[in-house]
Every structure is written in structure tokens, then in C-alpha cells.
């Protein structure tokens, strides 16, 4: 059973061209839900938590907010150097986190 | 403060031989968590530990593999008598809290190993 979704699987952007990727999960008392990035042959980098719906924390050119089913990662204004796979993962019942499969931006100049 | 510290970056085995991944955590981080990453698929957990101590290990394979984090040193993740199917990169990560109250979790920047 999928307790996190990742769409879409893949994203194709302009440079400048903003967007959304969304992450659904399903997993009952939130106990966080955490946003990462990675690298072609790199370890996931962190990049925010959230914890209760309404929340919102921002990096740079991206913003993750959080709703009660569904979080966003908006990118504002993307560049190349932007492109990876973006994952988010919540933690669920005994396990520390659980991943999405991700999703693989690419922002072409 | 260094990061998360995983080596060896790449390990070839042929079947049947032992791997052994290393990982060191964060400096202040009792917490270690060890995922695998098959290609085109998510990270999935193994194993959840604190020193010296399993607290979970529900997503590790009853056999051939193993996980401890001595007092003192690495974490070590064992594989004992590879087979093609293990090859994949693992991952360990730490933090200063435990899973029932995780706030952050770094990454290491993983272990390739390939089974030849």
C-alpha cells in the first residue's frame, strides 16, 4: 500500500517557466513530512519539514506547503541548476521515513 | 562540522563474498538509518539503530544481511554471500532525535555496490 505519491514522475520546464509538484500521503497523525533533494549519484540533500496543514517554508526559488492530505513544492523562477529528483518521504508507524519514488525535474536554458 | 560520512563511495564483490558498507553520523547524532536505492526505484528502509541498539529492523532481509552501531565507531551494514540482486546503492542517514520525534534527517552520499 502507497502511503506517499509523488506526480508527476517526470517535469520538463523553460528556464523561468514556475510550477508545482505535489506529494499525496496517506498515513494517519502526521508526524512530518520532509521534501529532499538528489543528485545523479548523490545522497538525498535536505530541504524542509512541515508539520501541520497551513504551514509554508520557503529556500531560495522553492516553496513547500503542507495541507492535510498534500504537500507542494513550488519552484518560482527555475534554472538548470535546479534539475534533480525531488522526493518526499513522512514518517509511518515504526518506520523513521518513508519515500515517494520521486520526482525528476529538468529545466532546460 | 562534517556531514554524514559513508565509505567506501564504490564496492565491487563478486557473488558469494562479504560487503561491508561503513557509515559514520553527523557529529551529536545518536540515530542511523540505513536505505537502499534499486535503480528507477525509491528509497526503501533496512534498518533503524541507535547505539548499540536495533530499534528496527522490520525492512532488512532475515538473511544474509546484518546492521550494528558499536558504542563506539560506524554504523556497519553486512552482506554476507552477495548475489547479483543486492547491487544497489545504500544510503545512511542520521539524526539527533529519534523516529518518534524526527525533526531532521541527513544523508550520506551512499555506498554503490555492484556484484559481479
Known amino acids: 500500500e502507497d502511503q506517499v505519491t509523488q506526480s508527476p514522475e517526470a517535469l520538463r520546464l523553460q528556464e523561468g517557466e514556475s510550477s508545482s509538484l505535489n506529494c499525496s500521503y496517506t498515513v494517519s497523525g502526521l508526524r512530518g513530512l520532509f521534501w529532499y533533494r538528489q543528485d545523479p549519484g548523490k545522497g538525498p540533500e535536505f530541504l524542509f519539514t512541515l508539520y501541520s496543514a497551513g504551514e509554508e517554508k520557503e529556500k531560495e526559488r522553492l516553496k513547500a506547503t503542507l495541507t492535510k492530505k498534500e504537500s507542494f513544492l513550488h519552484i518560482t523562477a527555475p534554472k538548470p541548476e535546479d534539475s534533480a529528483t525531488y522526493l518526499c518521504a513522512v514518517p509511518s508507524g515504526n518506520t523513521p521515513l518513508v519515500f515517494g519514488k520521486g520526482t525528476r525535474l529538468s529545466v532546460i536554458a | 562540522n562534517a556531514g554524514v560520512m559513508q565509505n567506501p563511495r564504490h564496492l565491487v564483490r563478486r557473488r558469494g563474498q562479504e560487503a561491508r558498507l561503513r557509515c559514520s553520523p553527523m557529529?551529536?547524532?545518536?540515530?542511523v538509518y540505513w536505505y537502499r536505492q534499486l535503480p528507477e526505484e525509491g528509497l526503501k528502509f533496512m534498518v533503524y539503530?541507535?547505539?548499540?541498539?536495533?530499534?528496527?529492523e522490520s525492512g532488512m532481509p532475515k538473511e544474509r544481511f546484518s546492521a550494528e552501531f558499536p558504542k563506539e565507531g560506524p554504523s556497519i551494514l553486512r552482506i554476507q554471500q552477495v548475489v547479483r540482486g543486492d547491487s544497489a546503492a545504500y544510503f545512511c542517514a542520521s539524526s539527533q532525535t529519534g523516529w518518534h520525534g524526527i525533526t531532521e534527517a541527513f544523508f550520506g552520499q551512499g555506498t554503490r555496490l555492484t556484484v559481479v
Open positions: 539503530l541507535q547505539k548499540e541498539n536495533i530499534i528496527d
Open positions: 557529529k551529536g547524532h545518536s540515530h
